[in-house]
């Protein structure tokens, strides 16, 4: 099964570690890293775990005695996934959202030269690929 959908909190949070980490991960080491912001036992850490597991996200290597963990997708993917589900879910646009952010003053000065760079660069690609 392919990761289609957007994750609830905690689900998220595991997939926080394995992205920030960049390699497989015990149980255990999940567990030790997740426990100064949540106070789970490993039996809470493998039941995410295995609901990652069936909705896509996550990967298990099962050839080491312990099992190691890995995403199946990368963060930049599912922040993509999880804006596109968000837009369909308000019925509305990518362009809504970021007026919307705009206006309610959401967005740093940082950010949006960030984004006015990231929207220059996309438009020259754009019109690079018209001739």
Known sequence: MSATERLPNAELDIMRVLWKEGRPLKASELTKELSEERDWK?????VLLARLQAKGYVGVDKSAYSHLFYATISEN????LATSILCKK?????????ASLIKTDELTEEDIFALAELLNAKCKEIEANRN
């Open 42 to 46: 490993r039996q809470t850490v493998h």
């Open 77 to 80: 993917d599912y922040l993509a």
């Open 90 to 98: 308000a019925n509305s646009s990518i362009l809504a959202m970021m």
